[in-house]
């Protein structure tokens, strides 16, 4: 299921030879892709992190709170607040919950991704990065997206960061990689490739050099 699929009207503000242009940045779990949002965000380019935005969504009063307890019952609750370790252990490894989850969250992602890009388009930013695993997930490139990079790393070495760095489970960390679509789908739709089986230090490297190309180019 594509997350970001653009309403079929587009805003006038997102159009046009001199409309602000629209980096998407994608990659697996553990791949690295928020150390390489960052890196953008610190050369001044606005970051609209897709994930953070779901959580907000999912949040007590947010537009996706009652649908989702009311989908997968009141164990994924801690102190009235969605629980995401709970909530990720019924949905990852089990479709049809995937699916379920997504119906109710990614619009309300997709949509609000749409109001803040058209927000920083009339505060007259020249650039804006959307931070999020599911852009390409059918391997289709959105039409909306200017540039669209990719952040690759082996499932070799993202099983090993989400059970070194992240503390999960083998079991879980791999049902977490499965669960995303084979990476490759959307390396064939890039316009850049970061690929990140080194060290942090690297990344950044990497990131900043990219950084400084896409946004010297455009100006």
Known sequence: ??????????????KGPDAMRIIGLTGGIASGKGEVARVFADRGVPV???????????????????????AFGEGILRDGIVDRSALGNVVFGDDASLEKLNRIVHPLIRDEIERRCERLARQGHKFCLIDAALIAEDGVRPPFL???IVVNASPE???RRLVEIRGLREEHAAHRIEAQTDPESKLRVADYIIENDGDLQEL????????????????
Do not use: C, F
Not at 1 to 14: D, R
């Open 48 to 70: 609209l992190n897709a994930d953070a935005i779901g959580h907000e969504a999912i949040a007590p009063g947010g537009p996706g709170y009652q649908a989702v307890v009311q």
């Open 146 to 148: 200017d540039i669209l």
């Open 157 to 159: 070495t993202r099983l």
């Open 204 to 219: 950044r490297q990497k990131a900043k050099e990219l950084a400084e190309t896409i946004t010297r180019d455009a100006a």
């Open 1 to 14: 299921m594509a997350m970001l699929t653009p309403n079929e009207k587009q805003s006038e503000v997102l």
